[in-house]
Every structure is written in C-alpha cells, then in structure tokens.
C-alpha cells in the first residue's frame, strides 16, 4: 500500500471507531441516571462510613455553575461509551495494524490483547473499589472541633475517579508487559530475578506517586496487587526461558539459572 492508501485507512477506521463510539454513548444515555448513582457510590460509602464515626460531620457532594451538570452528564456519558465500544474499537486498531504484522507477531499480539484486557479492568474495579477508603480518610483530616462542611464538586471527584481507576488498570498491565517482552527476546528471567529487590522497591515507589488521593491504603492497594503479579510474570518467564533452552540447548542468550 502507497502512503496515501495507508492514509486512507487511517482515516476509514478512525470513521468506523468513532461512529461505535457514538453510538454506545447513545446506548449509555439512556442509562445515564444508573451510571451517575454508581459513579457516586464510592462517596456514598464513604460519607456512611465516616458520618458513623461522626455524626455531627458535614458532607455534601455539589454542582458548582450552571452548566456543569449538563458538562457532568457528557463526561459520564462519553466514558461510559468508550468502554462499553472498547472491543469493537479496539478491534479498528487491531485491523490497521494486523496487515502489517508477521505471523508470530500477531500471535502475540492477540495473547496480548487477550491477557491485558481482563488485567485492567480488574484494575479498574480494585481502584473503584478502595476510592471511598481514601475519600474518608482524606475527608477525616478535617478537625471536629472546626465548624467546616466538606463540599465536593462532583466535576473534579469525576476526573479523580477515572484518573484513579486508569492508573490501577494501567498498573495491572505490569506482568502483560513483562511476559511480553520476554517473549520477544528482550528480557531474561535471570534478568528480572536479579533486579527484583529494585523493581518492588519501584512499584511502591510508584504506588505512593501515582495514586492521586494520600493516603497509604490506597498505595498499598496498588502496590501489593503490582507486586504479586509481577511475581507470577517472573515465574512465566522463568518457564518459558526453560522451555526454550529445552528446544535449542545451545542458544547461550537464554542463560536460565
């Protein structure tokens, strides 16, 4: 294919995946008041929770301006969209890219795609899940003895949201990468195991930066999920390093230990 037949491609699937897009968001609409009571929920618990301990606690989420609950309303609908179109869009990416892969690229293509997927959106659900452990201790370091209400715009605990769930889903994707890349010869089992004390000291490292609330249950919630499965990566390599010392006992690049 020329470049402007590339180009052309380009252009036809961008077309088909914003269309899919369009479409599930229009779908999503139609569900918008579910989706906007399940975005809540995490606030929800942790009002609960932090109101049990103190009654006298003021706690409100807020619209602030007159059009943030229309801005509100597309931002929910527009993420919820692009999830739901995730497969069908992904799936223009993969049919761009597909023509120009050798046949054992695109097998590892596919075990990619086909591992990272159910990888970060378990990483989405546990970021979701411990987002109202921190909002209650983030909100539990107002003092009781200061007459302060806690006011949350529910525009910016929106953004906190999906930045908080794309991070723990980004993160999960850690023994994908991994696997990957020893597959493709770039790394060795041997490799990871000697940097290993450095790698976990990096991933709770990271879990204290990446996380946007402060608090240590959040960090921990990360960095502990990240660690496990960076050990069942290494133990994939290692299997698979023997496996193909076992096919070619002369290839010295795969020096299993």
């Not at 961008?14 to 599930?24: D, G, K, N, T, Y």
């Not at 602030?64 to 990416?93: C, E, H």
């Amino acid at each position: 294919m020329t470049l402007f037949e590339h180009l052309a491609e380009l252009r036809y699937r961008l077309i088909v995946a914003v269309l899919w897009i369009i479409a599930a968001m229009i779908v999503c609409a139609i569900f918008y008041i579910p989706l906007y009571n399940v975005l809540l929920q995490p606030f929800d618990i942790a009002r609960e929770a932090l109101m049990a301990k103190r009654p006298d606690a003021e706690i409100q989420a807020v619209n602030i301006g007159v059009t943030t609950p229309v801005i509100l309303a597309l931002k929910i609908v527009g993420v919820a969209g692009m999830v739901v179109a995730a497969p069908l869009w992904l799936y223009q990416v993969w049919a761009f890219l597909a023509p120009g892969m050798l046949a054992k690229e695109k097998k590892y293509a596919v075990l990619f795609l086909g591992a990272a997927t159910p990888l970060f959106l378990s990483g989405v659900a546990v970021g979701y899940w411990v987002l109202p452990k921190g909002i209650e201790v983030m909100l539990g370091f107002t003092p009781e003895s200061v007459p302060v209400a806690n006011l949350l715009d529910l525009q910016y605990f929106l953004g906190f949201l999906i930045r908080l769930m794309l991070v723990f889903g980004l993160a999960f994707l850690l023994p994908v990468v991994v696997v990957t890349l020893n597959l493709v010869g770039v790394v060795r089992a041997k490799q990871l195991a000697g940097v290993r004390t450095f790698i976990i000291f990096g991933i709770f490292v990271f879990g204290a930066v990446a996380t946007p609330s402060t608090d240590p249950f959040s960090m921990l919630a990360l960095a502990l999920p990240m660690v496990v499965l960076y050990a069942i990566a290494e133990v994939i390599c290692h299997i698979n390093d023997k496996a193909r010392r076992k096919r070619d006992p002369n290839a010295d690049l795969w020096d299993v230990a």
